[in-house]
């Protein structure tokens, strides 16, 4: 299969699991005590367990992937002799962003 024919699959399929993180973590967060307010400590402690860090690092990379791979898309339609070009820095951004998210995360799991 070709790089373009992966590319078109990954992102449906991301779109599919974007669905299914965001729906995790909207009834998370507003299903299971609707009534409670949120802080940051309440955030901080929530974070300390794994599913809450497996929905969060998920959306993180899906909603990455899927969005850079959405402009990609845009750049090709418009484009098309950028398409090599604008992939690596398209990488490159969502891989620094990716990093940069974990990082994020992976601070809550040091307190």
């Known amino acids: 299969m070709k790089g373009s024919l992966w590319a078109w699959m990954i992102h449906?399929?991301?779109?599919?699991?974007?669905?299914v993180f965001a729906g995790i973590h909207f009834a998370i967060m507003?299903?299971?005590?609707?009534?409670?307010?949120?802080t940051f400590g309440d955030s901080q402690m929530r974070l300390q367990s794994v599913?809450?860090?497996?929905?969060?690092a998920g959306l993180l990379v899906t909603g990455l992937y899927h969005g850079l791979n959405g402009i990609r898309n845009i750049i090709l339609d418009y484009w098309?002799?950028?398409?090599?070009?604008?992939?690596?820095?398209?990488?490159?951004?969502?891989?620094?962003?990716?990093?940069?998210g974990s990082m994020a995360?992976?601070?809550f799991l040091a307190q």
């Open 12 to 19: 449906r399929v991301t779109a599919v699991l974007l669905v």
């Open 30 to 38: 507003h299903f299971v005590d609707p009534t409670a307010v949120i």
């Open 51 to 56: 599913l809450y860090l497996i929905v969060d």
């Open 80 to 100: 098309p002799r950028a398409g090599r070009a604008a992939g690596w820095i398209l990488t490159v951004i969502g891989v620094v962003a990716a990093g940069y």
């Open 105 to 107: 995360l992976a601070a």
